[in-house]
């Protein structure tokens, strides 16, 4: 998500087009027709992914080859074969944040009708540790690390996000190999980020080397003055060797191009990276929470989908 310091309800039933699940595969079986970069990358698949049905996961010259559609009974623990949990509070989150994430189904579970919902909660408990803020705040936040990364596709979430001032929900990716190569030399990918006092403004930004504390960043607005809290939205990046393209609602808002870095940045977009899901709250850039933020506030994700070029 966004680094700008040291570093980094729904109402009623809706109908969905969604991609019927058919098994937890392997490895090859994932990689299978998989994305072929042209310069250095490579796939990385781990097991246990959950991968839609090919044949009902193809359009527009692109083929599903990895997703989570969040099937489950309400209250039950998003899938461990393919999500791991980030735990704790600042200072090791670098942007002077508030919340203190858990693994706790109460800030991040299934609720029954195909939704990932993570929660923020006003809520002390014992053993929180926090560097700033009033450590009254726990939330969610989960990645695919160790479980699946990916070099190139197209990456897209389904989300609603919270309204609220100094509510941060993102959905993003980090280089796989962060544990050899410190960021920002791995590299983020920010495909939706967006803060309670701008609530009908998605951002999508990229960090790397000489782009640091202000990456290179795209943003677009709804218009009339709408909020993207009022409704369920499509955020989404299409990621390949020279380029990344940022789409809301499957229409593109934003490019960052290889060729087009300034002198002492560089760009680090050849390798996996890892997806991520989470609800900060405060911060650097959304401030801090006031009086009428509301609370528990919900980012509910009806899917994470994965494509390769069909």
């Given at each position: 998500?966004?680094?700008?310091?040291?570093?980094?309800?729904r109402?009623?039933?809706?109908?969905r087009?969604?991609?019927?699940?058919?098994?937890?595969?392997?490895?090859?079986?994932?990689?299978t027709?998989?994305?072929?970069?042209a310069?250095g990358?490579?796939?990385?698949v781990?097991?246990?992914?959950?991968?839609?049905?090919?044949?009902?996961?193809?359009?527009?010259?692109?083929?599903?080859?990895?997703?989570?559609?969040?099937?489950?009974?309400?209250?039950?623990?998003?899938?461990?074969?393919?999500?791991?949990?980030?735990?704790?509070?600042?200072?090791?989150?670098?942007?002077?944040?508030?919340?203190?994430?858990?693994?706790r189904?109460?800030?991040?579970?299934?609720d029954?009708?195909?939704?990932?919902?993570?929660?923020?909660?006003?809520?002390?408990?014992?053993?929180?540790?926090?560097?700033?803020?009033?450590?009254?705040?726990?939330?969610?936040?989960?990645?695919?690390?160790?479980?699946?990364?990916?070099?190139?596709?197209?990456?897209?979430?389904?989300?609603?996000?919270?309204r609220?001032?100094?509510?941060?929900?993102?959905f993003?990716?980090?280089?796989?190999?962060?544990?050899?190569?410190?960021?920002?030399?791995?590299?983020?990918?920010?495909?939706?980020?967006?803060?309670?006092?701008?609530?009908?403004t998605?951002?999508?930004?990229?960090?790397?080397?000489?782009?640091?504390?202000?990456?290179?960043e795209?943003?677009?607005?709804?218009a009339?003055?709408?909020?993207?809290?009022?409704?369920?939205?499509?955020?989404?990046?299409?990621?390949?060797?020279?380029?990344?393209?940022?789409?809301?609602?499957?229409?593109?808002?934003?490019?960052?191009?290889?060729?087009?870095?300034?002198?002492?940045?560089?760009w680090?977009?050849?390798?996996?990276h890892?997806?991520?899901?989470?609800?900060?709250?405060?911060?650097?850039?959304?401030?801090?929470?006031?009086?009428?933020?509301?609370?528990?506030?919900?980012?509910?994700?009806?899917?994470?989908?994965?494509?390769?070029?069909a």
């Amino acid at each position: 998500m966004r680094l700008r310091m040291r570093r980094r309800l729904r109402s009623g039933h809706r109908p969905r087009a969604r991609a019927r699940l058919l098994t937890a595969l392997a490895v090859g079986a994932a990689l299978t027709g998989g994305c072929s970069p042209a310069r250095g990358g490579s796939d990385e698949v781990v097991p246990a992914a959950q991968v839609a049905e090919p044949a009902r996961g193809a359009r527009n010259g692109w083929r599903l080859v990895w997703s989570d559609e969040f099937q489950g009974a309400a209250h039950s623990r998003p899938d461990r074969r393919t999500w791991v949990f980030d735990r704790g509070g600042e200072p090791q989150w670098g942007n002077h944040e508030w919340q203190y994430y858990t693994d706790r189904p109460g800030n991040a579970s299934l609720d029954g009708r195909g939704d990932l919902v993570l929660t923020a909660r006003r809520e002390r408990l014992r053993g929180m540790v926090c560097s700033v803020g009033p450590c009254n705040i726990t939330s969610g936040r989960m990645t695919t690390k160790g479980r699946y990364a990916r070099a190139y596709g197209r990456f897209e979430a389904r989300i609603r996000v919270p309204r609220g001032q100094g509510l941060w929900p993102a959905f993003w990716m980090l280089g796989a190999n962060s544990d050899k190569v410190r960021w920002p030399g791995n590299g983020e990918i920010d495909v939706m980020e967006v803060v309670g006092r701008q609530p009908g403004t998605v951002h999508g930004s990229v960090h790397g080397p000489g782009y640091v504390k202000q990456g290179i960043e795209k943003h677009t607005a709804l218009a009339h003055g709408r909020s993207l809290a009022d409704g369920f939205h499509t955020y989404r990046v299409d990621w390949m060797p020279d380029r990344i393209v940022w789409y809301l609602d499957d229409k593109p808002y934003g490019v960052a191009r290889s060729g087009r870095l300034r002198r002492g940045q560089k760009w680090v977009f050849d390798h996996p990276h890892y997806l991520l899901l989470n609800l900060a709250v405060g911060g650097d850039w959304p401030g801090p929470p006031d009086r009428k933020t509301p609370f528990p506030a919900r980012m509910v994700v009806d899917y994470v989908r994965v494509y390769a070029p069909a």
